[in-house]
């Protein structure tokens, strides 16, 4: 299996110089933790998709070749599906997909990355007050019905816990020929690339389980007060292997 981490963003809301993933947290930059953890997983090869100032990735990774950089060229004018299109354009093996810009504790991704499920989204339950998530709708059997943005298109069962994805994913080989198509389809239809990759696993023929950990200890950083909570709360808890 490879890793693929999406780190192409520009973190505006931040208002920072340098991608998300090059942010320092404690004594290692954020997409160094998920390097670490991958690694402790069992996953040597990782390929990072760059975009803005991607200078800060060449200059990090200069000496590791385990770490193959690919640069999205129109990260300006894209989303997270067309990072995700370039990073899986030359794949034909099982991935794990990942954002760069999240801490999260590592027993439980580790049970998630060596899991039988080769189609697989990572889940937790939605703290209370939180209503930015990448919410997920599943079946009784635990099989992806629905992703959004939006809480009130997920239609829960009555006393049904809300889950979100928290940015990490395993994709079948078999599984990104779907994807990239799909993404063609997109970029064709609308024509431009401003669209999420998260869309794409409710929308192929494969289908996604997701795997669900109660009360998960993980953070992103898409504003300050996201960035705070990682640092001052989540930080403290996690487990580095």
């Known amino acids: 299996m490879k890793a693929i981490i999406l780190a192409a963003g520009s ?6 110089h340098k991608p998300k993933g090059m942010l320092n947290i404690g004594n290692k930059t954020l997409i160094d933790y998920s390097i670490k953890n991958l690694r402790a997983s069992g996953i040597d090869r990782i390929k990072i998709v760059t975009g803005y ?7 990090h990774y200069i000496f590791d070749d385990s770490v193959n950089l690919v ?9 997270s599906l067309y990072s995700l299109y370039v990073g899986i354009a030359d794949e034909d093996e099982d991935v794990v997909i990942l954002d760069s810009d999240i801490l999260y504790n590592w027993n439980e991704v ?14 937790t339950n939605v703290p209370e007050g939180r209503t930015d998530a990448c919410y997920l709708k599943t079946d009784y059997s635990d099989t992806l019905v629905k992703i959004s943005k939006n809480m009130n298109t997920i239609g829960l069962r009555g006393e049904d816990t809300l889950w979100e994805n928290i940015g990490i994913t395993k994709v079948s080989g078999s599984a990104l020929g779907e994807i990239r198509a799909y993404a063609e389809d997109k970029f064709l239809e609308s024509g431009d690339l401003q669209h999420e990759y998260d869309y794409a696993f409710e929308s192929i023929k494969t289908k996604f389980n997701v795997l669900k950990y109660k009360d998960y200890i993980w953070a992103e950083a898409d504003d300050n007060q996201q960035l705070h909570y990682m640092v001052s709360v989540v930080y403290p808890k996690i487990t580095i292997p």
């Open 11 to 16: 973190g505006r809301r931040l208002k920072i």
């Open 53 to 59: 100032q991607s200078e800060f990735y060449d200059k």
């Open 71 to 79: 640069h999205n060229r129109e990260y300006a004018n894209s989303g």
């Open 110 to 123: 580790n049970e998630f990355i060596n899991s039988s499920h080769r189609n697989s989204i990572f889940a």
